[in-house]
């Protein structure tokens, strides 16, 4: 059966639903300003980016996917929470999940995204809890029901004794500033490379040596596959967002879900493998259709604010 885009439908299903997972890549950050790899935004100073997220490129030349990452972090810095963001972080909250999905036990989030954006937003909404008044009961909303199985830009790690760390410092070394402000001041920008020695890129503070971005490259293990196997075992439902469903393990979570009776439903811009096996698919941004989908929005109204209580975030 072809997928329906029925509002009513989904918003039924995700009222039966008691393990909801979301799997979400660059798709739900593009609202943000971070480009996705996919399209006109996946290139670099003309050099394509998914050929520079590997193990590969670093070897090869450490200077210049320094540099990619170093812009990539700069992005990440400027960027704020969108609304799909906003609105995912607030189903952490239990009492705002049981408005769409009253009989939820869990809810947790896989990203793909290194953006740290998801938590960002989590933070966002307990800081505005915190600022309400007239709040007695206690909810509670937690980053550890998210999962950022290809690491974070702001973390660094070690080649040499795998020493991993998160350093939110701007820009992590003074020659990857210059080598930024350098590049700006070309006029033709796509024929240069900046050249920075491997003794000026960022170092181990342990044991001195190279240091390299903390995030998974393509080919590289994502993190924490235990956990997100046992949830995407549980699920019976789990929505897609923002993924072109093209990046392994990542890619198959939805159709196990599906083969165990779950139901699928997939928010994209444009078609992602696998559409045709999904229940629901609703075609457009995210941040538009998120809302939509589930017949909320991802600002409060008074009456979620009466009833949510304080929030507290638990890690
Ligand atoms: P992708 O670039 O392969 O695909 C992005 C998908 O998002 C596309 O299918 C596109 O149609 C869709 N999309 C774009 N704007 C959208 C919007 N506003 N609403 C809904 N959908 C939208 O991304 P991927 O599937 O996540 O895989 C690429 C890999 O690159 C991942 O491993 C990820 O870690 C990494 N990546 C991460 C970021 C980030 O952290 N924000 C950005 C780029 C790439």
């Known amino acids: ?23 979400a890549g660059a798709g739900l950050s593009a609202a943000s300003g971070i480009p996705t790899f996919r399209g006109a935004g996946g290139m670099w100073r003309s050099l394509d980016a998914t050929n520079l997220a590997t193990p590969e490129a670093f070897k090869e030349n450490p200077s210049l996917v320094w540099q990619f990452y170093h812009h990539r972090r700069v992005k990440a810095f400027e960027a704020q929470p969108n609304p799909a963001h906003l609105l995912l972080a607030r189903l952490s909250i239990p009492s705002f999940l049981r408005k769409v999905a009253p009989a939820a036990k869990t809810f947790n989030l896989i990203t793909q995204n290194v953006d740290r954006l998801s938590i960002r937003a989590v933070e966002t909404i307990a800081t505005e809890q915190a600022f309400q008044p007239n709040l007695k009961k206690i909810d509670r909303i937690k980053t550890n029901n998210i999962i950022e ?38 006029h033709d920008a796509g024929s240069k490379d900046i050249d920075i020695s491997e003794t000026e890129l960022p170092r181990c503070p342990k044991c001195g040596a190279l240091a390299r971005p903390g995030v998974v490259w393509f080919g590289e293990k994502p993190l924490m596959l235990d956990e997100i196997n046992q949830l995407v075992f549980k699920a019976d439902m789990c929505l897609v967002i923002g993924t072109s469903s093209t990046v392994h393990p990542a890619a198959g979570y939805a159709y196990r879900v599906k083969r165990r009776g779950g139901t699928v439903a997939v928010f994209n811009l444009e078609p992602s493998e696998g559409d ?40």
């Not at 009513?8 to 909801?20: N, T």
């Not at 096996?277 to 075609?283: E, T």
């Not at 941004?285 to 975030?313: F, H, K, M, W, Y």
């Open 1 to 23: 059966m072809a997928p329906s885009n029925d509002v009513d439908g989904f918003q039924q299903a995700l009222r039966r639903s008691q393990h909801i997972i979301v799997i």
């Open 149 to 186: 199985m290809h690491g974070r830009l702001f973390d660094v790690k070690c080649t040499s004794c795998d020493h991993s760390y998160e350093d939110l410092s701007n820009p992590l070394c003074p020659a990857l500033g210059a080598a930024d402000e350098q590049f700006a001041n070309y």
């Open 276 to 315: 045709e096996k999904a229940d629901f698919v609703f075609r457009g941004p995210c941040e538009v259709e998120l809302p939509r989908a589930l017949g909320i929005s991802s600002d409060e109204t008074a009456e979620d604010r009466q009833n949510s209580g304080n929030v507290e975030i638990v890690q």
